[in-house]
């Protein structure tokens, strides 16, 4: 039948353009995968890199708050002499010490008179000034072994390791 062979090649025609149109929708899907594959890994890299800087900006600043706060806890801040608790610190070391070899220590503590005199006449800010150029002065003649600390107020402290009650004289 000469109509029925019209449609019979109309329908293979039909059937050869669906199997292209399918390959073709195939060959687009694998490219839409591989280019979403790569955006993907592209953003996972990214999401790292900025994840690694973040947690090197967050950790340099946490170890520098706790390198502030370990100052703060040990030095005065005033003078930037050890404080009261560095000072009980070095002395239980140095009590160490001659416990174990009978290394002998001396503790000279030094109390500024009329400090307070100073403070109501002059102000808090001369108080200060005097403060920090006794400890820069009292520094500048100890040796590198010694620790002067500021206990508080206007006492201080020296800690001579090694130096007897006559090399502590001044």
């Known amino acids: 039948i000469p109509g029925q062979q019209a449609v019979a090649d109309e329908i293979n025609n039909l059937l050869e353009l669906q199997q292209a149109l399918i390959r073709q929708a195939g060959v687009s899907a694998a490219d839409s995968y591989t280019k979403a594959r790569r955006i993907m890994l592209w953003l ?7 994840t690694i800087v973040v947690a090197v900006i967050v950790l340099r600043q946490v170890l520098r708050q706790s390198r502030e706060l370990e100052y703060k806890a040990l030095f005065d801040d005033l003078t930037g002499l050890p404080n009261r608790a560095l000072f009980f610190d070095r002395l239980g070391q140095a009590a160490l010490m001659y416990e174990n070899e009978s290394k002998p220590f001396s503790i000279v503590i030094v109390d500024l008179d009329r400090f307070k005199e100073v403070n109501d006449m002059m102000g808090h800010h001369i ?11 009292i520094s500048a003649t100890m040796r590198r072994t010694d620790t002067v600390a500021r206990l508080g107020g206007d006492e201080f402290v020296l800690l001579l390791p090694s130096a007897a009650a006559e090399g502590a004289e001044l």
Do not use: E, K, P, S
């Open 44 to 50: 996972c890299t990214v999401t790292i890199l900025i």
């Open 127 to 137: 108080g200060d000034l005097l403060l920090r150029h006794v400890a820069q002065n």
